[in-house]
């Protein structure tokens, strides 16, 4: 089918398919160029040039050609137009358009993810309940002065950092320590009295460690070799202890130039402005 | 006998994207640009080894997304349209270069005869279907063909939910017993993310061997003796083979990488951008700019886009043999320095995105050609080997626990982790606990129940594919990619809400998820369980 004639039919075809209305960077219109990732930075000479922004894939509206709806123009038209009409689509039974991401699931959960040798990733999320039920303990000016808090501790070897958490943060990536280590969190209230009450426990994570171990390999065994007799191979292999974690607390609300970084310094990642989830 | 191997691997992987819901979509040209420039092209050159009588030996991931596509007929129908609109193009290029611009007619004329190549192998050779190709260089004993994770999650940030790692490699093995009549050998863990322990999952699968990031090698406890150039084995019952980072370098770097020599096609001068949209015609629906995939100029150098020369194909070839000549010493020389400190022969592991062969390295298909025919001609020092062939002859292997590693920027996380794209995970856990609860719910679903709960799985598959967390870093697509995790966790927790009875379990309903999101059909929601 050519372009002219759908361009020239009375009734145009309905097009909604289309991600963009303006061109795609070309940089950005590969299959799967990983650019930014160290395997595919563009060789020199392969840059691109700025192009105009694209329209956003999701406000793309699927083609919704009433099958009656009244076509202009003579008999002939109508008949020539509609080889070009799509398909009638059946009318949509679901609008994901109209689905947000909730703030909040409604339970009391904190959760810890590793990024990378020395940063964590903490999410949580506090029901409403947990709010209501310290509202009604403590009253509203208890409840203002009442900070919600992570204390990550590493359960293996001792130390905890606290971070005194903005107002309605929902995420924090945590400084972890240089050493390979184990780390929990505990996602709680600090109550004006200063008692640290808990209302989550998270997932135990490890850092990865880095550089080669100073142990050498002493076991080899046959790659379908049973698996007891693989991890009875490998044995205890302690690592070096890397004693107890040495942290600071870290108060997220504190003036920026006050603020101290070890334990806490999701502000070296985000601005002030963007702590919340499900944007 | 050789002094040392050479382990290729592609790992050929696309996001699943379709969109029955819409006549055309500018995302499944990902699809479509991938078959034309690196499958198909791919195909056509182990033909040639294979008909040549080169023993040449490659490992290729097909994720089960991709293999999905390959198979699926709208997509399969929509790329004959593609392919079609694309030589009407070339030949219409050919009259206009030699109406307005002879410098490129013979490059106009060699975008005919390419495109008519690639038909010819893709619908005449294979009846378009390219598994037949992959599944028959597989029976000669010369290709492993590995798996994935199911939609390519992102294990290492998965782990909250043991059993959603679980069923993504679960639903990825089966789906590969079902193409491919056995069970796989091999995973591509995705983005080669590995964290201590899940190891445990891929050898439930009953899967013996996976590759990590050199680091995972190197700075494994305790230290392996031979470094990447020998496979360990991890407490899971694993063999990992280590990405060897020199034969890595002189592909991907930016620096000294091959596709970036001045005689290679520039990727991006594309007479899609350049030529009037009118002209152009079909192969721009709507008129929206894009790639098309005719290029006629060289990388020339370090100038601008409008500096580039006119790209000449006898000199690209002739760079391509000398890159491969040249790629080939490198391993020669490698294997031989190794080997000197091992009491076995070394095995050098170059692991790649297929897509970086054609797509985006144009000759990278024909690179590979020459370097297996150098390989099987020239020399005996070093020939290339699969793992499973390699683990015959050497089975044993240094004991040892690989940390967490990946190949992204940094070898960790990052990629995946951001502030541009780490609000998605607390709803990904979410799903992931309750499709959990789901699962362990309904013992006896009904009909209508039993379908809502595979498509949930569905659902939560497609929403965990690491490109979506991808994309949102890189910054291509970010729309699409949002609009994707939003679309894919708004069914699934409608589905999550009717099973549990809060709002109603509507027929129409699961009946359009299931045609839209139609990966999987055997899939079986106990997975989760």
């Given at each position: 089918?050519?372009?002219?004639?759908?361009?020239?039919?009375?009734?145009?075809?309905?097009?909604?398919?289309?991600?963009?209305?303006?061109?795609?960077?070309?940089?950005?219109?590969?299959?799967?160029?990983?650019?930014?990732?160290?395997?595919?930075?563009?060789?020199?000479?392969?840059?691109?040039?700025?192009?105009?922004?694209?329209?956003?894939?999701?406000?793309?509206?699927?083609?919704?050609?009433?099958?009656?709806?009244?076509?202009?123009?003579?008999?002939?038209?109508?008949?020539?137009?509609?080889?070009?009409?799509?398909?009638?689509?059946?009318?949509?039974?679901?609008?994901?358009?109209?689905?947000?991401?909730?703030?909040?699931?409604?339970?009391?959960?904190?959760?810890?993810?590793?990024?990378?040798?020395?940063?964590?990733?903490?999410?949580?999320?506090?029901?409403?309940?947990?709010?209501?039920?310290?509202?009604?303990?403590?009253?509203?000016?208890?409840?203002?002065?009442?900070?919600?808090?992570?204390?990550?501790?590493?359960?293996?070897?001792?130390?905890?950092?606290?971070?005194?958490?903005?107002?309605?943060?929902?995420?924090?990536?945590?400084?972890?320590?240089?050493?390979?280590?184990?780390?929990?969190?505990?996602?709680?209230?600090?109550?004006?009295?200063?008692?640290?009450?808990?209302?989550?426990?998270?997932?135990?994570?490890?850092?990865?460690?880095?550089?080669?171990?100073?142990?050498?390999?002493?076991?080899?065994?046959?790659?379908?070799?049973?698996?007891?007799?693989?991890?009875?191979?490998?044995?205890?292999?302690?690592?070096?202890?890397?004693?107890?974690?040495?942290?600071?607390?870290?108060?997220?609300?504190?003036?920026?130039?006050?603020?101290?970084?070890?334990?806490?310094?999701?502000?070296?990642?985000?601005?002030?402005?963007?702590?919340?989830?499900?944007? | 006998?050789?002094?040392?191997?050479?382990?290729?691997?592609?790992?050929?992987?696309?996001?699943?994207?379709?969109?029955?819901?819409?006549?055309?979509?500018?995302?499944?040209?990902?699809?479509?640009?991938?078959?034309?420039?690196?499958?198909?092209?791919?195909?056509?050159?182990?033909?040639?080894?294979?008909?040549?009588?080169?023993?040449?030996?490659?490992?290729?991931?097909?994720?089960?997304?991709?293999?999905?596509?390959?198979?699926?007929?709208?997509?399969?129908?929509?790329?004959?349209?593609?392919?079609?609109?694309?030589?009407?193009?070339?030949?219409?290029?050919?009259?206009?270069?030699?109406?307005?611009?002879?410098?490129?007619?013979?490059?106009?004329?060699?975008?005919?005869?390419?495109?008519?190549?690639?038909?010819?192998?893709?619908?005449?050779?294979?009846?378009?279907?390219?598994?037949?190709?992959?599944?028959?260089?597989?029976?000669?004993?010369?290709?492993?063909?590995?798996?994935?994770?199911?939609?390519?999650?992102?294990?290492?940030?998965?782990?909250?939910?043991?059993?959603?790692?679980?069923?993504?490699?679960?639903?990825?093995?089966?789906?590969?017993?079902?193409?491919?009549?056995?069970?796989?050998?091999?995973?591509?863990?995705?983005?080669?993310?590995?964290?201590?322990?899940?190891?445990?999952?891929?050898?439930?699968?009953?899967?013996?061997?996976?590759?990590?990031e050199s680091h995972g090698i190197t700075d494994a406890h305790p230290r392996p003796r031979y470094g990447v150039t020998a496979p360990?084995?991890?407490?899971?019952?694993?063999?990992?083979?280590?990405?060897?980072?020199?034969?890595?370098?002189?592909?991907?770097?930016?620096?000294?990488?091959?596709?970036?020599?001045?005689?290679?096609?520039?990727?991006?001068?594309?007479?899609?951008?350049?030529?009037?949209?009118?002209?152009?015609?079909?192969?721009?629906?709507?008129?929206?700019?894009?790639?098309?995939?005719?290029?006629?100029?060289?990388?020339?150098?370090?100038?601008?886009?409008?500096?580039?020369?006119?790209?000449?194909?006898?000199?690209?070839?002739?760079?391509?043999?000398?890159?491969?000549?040249?790629?080939?010493?490198?391993?020669?020389?490698?294997?031989?320095?190794?080997?000197?400190?091992?009491?076995?022969?070394?095995?050098?592991?170059?692991?790649?995105?297929?897509?970086?062969?054609?797509?985006?390295?144009?000759?990278?298909?024909?690179?590979?050609?020459?370097?297996?025919?150098?390989?099987?001609?020239?020399?005996?020092?070093?020939?290339?080997?699969?793992?499973?062939?390699?683990?015959?002859?050497?089975?044993?292997?240094?004991?040892?626990?690989?940390?967490?590693?990946?190949?992204?920027?940094?070898?960790?996380?990052?990629?995946?982790?951001?502030?541009?794209?780490?609000?998605?995970?607390?709803?990904?856990?979410?799903?992931?606990?309750?499709?959990?609860?789901?699962?362990?719910?309904?013992?006896?679903?009904?009909?209508?129940?039993?379908?809502?709960?595979?498509?949930?799985?569905?659902?939560?598959?497609?929403?965990?594919?690491?490109?979506?967390?991808?994309?949102?870093?890189?910054?291509?697509?970010?729309?699409?990619?949002?609009?994707?995790?939003?679309?894919?966790?708004?069914?699934?927790?409608?589905?999550?809400?009717?099973?549990?009875?809060?709002?109603?379990?509507?027929?129409?309903?699961?009946?359009?998820?299931?045609?839209?999101?139609?990966?999987?059909?055997?899939?079986?929601?106990?997975?989760?369980?």
């Open positions: 089918m050519s372009r002219t004639k759908i361009l020239s039919a009375p009734r145009p075809r309905a097009v909604g398919t289309r991600a963009r209305l303006t061109p795609r960077a070309h940089s950005k219109s590969s299959v799967k160029r990983r650019s930014g990732d160290r395997r595919t930075e563009p060789a020199e000479g392969r840059r691109t040039p700025s192009r105009p922004a694209a329209r956003k894939a999701a406000e793309a509206k699927p083609i919704e050609t009433p099958p009656d709806a009244p076509v202009s123009g003579s008999e002939e038209e109508q008949i020539e137009s509609a080889k070009y009409l799509q398909p009638t689509t059946a009318p949509r039974v679901f609008e994901e358009e109209r689905f947000l991401f909730p703030e909040t699931y409604g339970v009391d959960r904190v959760r810890l993810l590793v990024k990378d040798p020395e940063w964590l990733f903490a999410y949580w999320d506090v029901s409403p309940q947990a709010v209501s039920s310290l509202r009604r303990e403590l009253g509203e000016r208890g409840l203002a002065l009442t900070r919600l808090t992570l204390r990550i501790t590493d359960p293996g070897h001792g130390g905890t950092s606290i971070i005194l958490l903005p107002y309605g943060a929902r995420a924090w990536y945590v400084h972890a320590d240089k050493a390979s280590r184990s780390y929990r969190a505990l996602l709680g209230w600090t109550l004006p009295s200063g008692v640290f009450r808990t209302l989550a426990e998270s997932n135990l994570v490890s850092t990865p460690r880095t550089g080669p171990s100073p142990d050498p390999a002493h076991r080899r065994l046959p790659f379908n070799a049973p698996l007891a007799e693989i991890r009875g191979a490998l044995g205890a292999g302690a690592e070096n202890n890397p004693g107890p974690w040495s942290t600071e607390p870290f108060d997220a609300d504190a003036p920026i130039g006050s603020r101290r970084r070890r334990g806490g310094a999701s502000d070296a990642f985000r601005p002030p402005s963007a702590g919340k989830l499900g944007r | 006998m050789p002094v040392g191997y050479w382990c290729p691997v592609l790992h050929a992987h696309l996001p699943y994207v379709r969109h029955p819901e819409y006549p055309e979509f500018l995302e499944e040209d990902w699809f479509f640009e991938a078959l034309t420039e690196t499958y198909v092209p791919l195909v056509d050159v182990l033909d040639g080894l294979l008909g040549d009588g080169v023993d040449y030996r490659l490992t290729m991931t097909l994720s089960p997304p991709l293999v999905s596509m390959m198979t699926d007929d709208l997509l399969l129908e929509r790329y004959q349209r593609y392919l079609e609109r694309l030589i009407t193009l070339a030949e219409k290029e050919v009259e206009r270069t030699a109406r307005e611009d002879h410098r490129f007619q013979d490059v106009a004329k060699f975008y005919v005869w390419e495109f008519g190549r690639i038909r010819s192998v893709f619908a005449d050779r294979y009846s378009s279907n390219i598994l037949t190709a992959f599944r028959k260089h597989r029976d000669a004993g010369k290709l492993e063909i590995i798996t994935c994770g199911a939609t390519h999650g992102f294990f290492p940030l998965m782990d909250t939910v043991p059993e959603a790692i679980r069923a993504q490699v679960q639903v990825a093995a089966n789906h590969y017993a079902k193409h491919f009549d056995r069970r796989p050998q091999g995973i591509w863990l995705p983005e080669c993310g590995y964290l201590p322990g899940q190891e445990r999952f891929v050898s439930e699968a009953g899967i013996k061997f996976g590759f990590l360990v084995l991890s407490p899971g019952g694993v063999v990992f083979f280590g990405r060897d980072m020199e034969s890595s370098r002189q592909v991907w770097s930016a620096e000294s990488g091959y596709p970036g020599d001045y005689d290679y096609r520039e990727f991006y001068k594309d007479i899609g951008w350049e030529l009037p949209a009118e002209y152009l015609g079909d192969v721009l629906p709507d008129g929206i700019r894009k790639n098309v995939g005719i290029k006629y100029y060289r990388v020339t150098g370090k100038v601008s886009l409008g500096d580039k020369q006119p790209y000449v194909p006898e000199w690209a070839r002739g760079k391509a043999a000398q890159h491969a000549g040249h790629f080939l010493e490198g391993r020669i020389n490698q294997v031989r320095a190794a080997a000197a400190h091992m009491d076995q022969p070394p095995i050098v592991v170059s692991p790649y995105d297929a897509e970086l062969f054609g797509h985006w390295w144009f000759e990278g298909p024909m690179f590979l050609d020459y370097l297996f025919r150098k390989m099987h001609f020239d020399q005996e020092v070093v020939k290339p080997i699969t793992p499973p062939q390699f683990l015959e002859m050497y089975p044993d292997c240094d004991v040892v626990q690989p940390p967490m590693c990946t190949w992204g920027a940094k070898g960790f996380a990052e990629v995946w982790l951001n502030p541009s794209n780490d609000w998605i995970y607390p709803h990904l856990e979410m799903a992931a606990e309750r499709m959990v609860e789901l699962a362990r719910r309904f013992e006896s679903p009904n009909d209508l129940e039993r379908r809502a709960l595979d498509q949930a799985a569905r659902e939560l598959l497609l929403a965990q594919a690491s490109d979506w967390a991808f994309i949102m870093k890189t910054g291509t697509t970010v729309e699409y990619a949002k609009k994707r995790t939003r679309d894919h966790v708004a069914r699934f927790t409608y589905l999550y809400r009717a099973l549990k009875q809060e709002v109603m379990l509507e027929e129409p309903i699961v009946k359009e998820f299931e045609s839209r999101d139609n990966i999987f059909p055997d899939i079986d929601y106990r997975v989760y369980r």
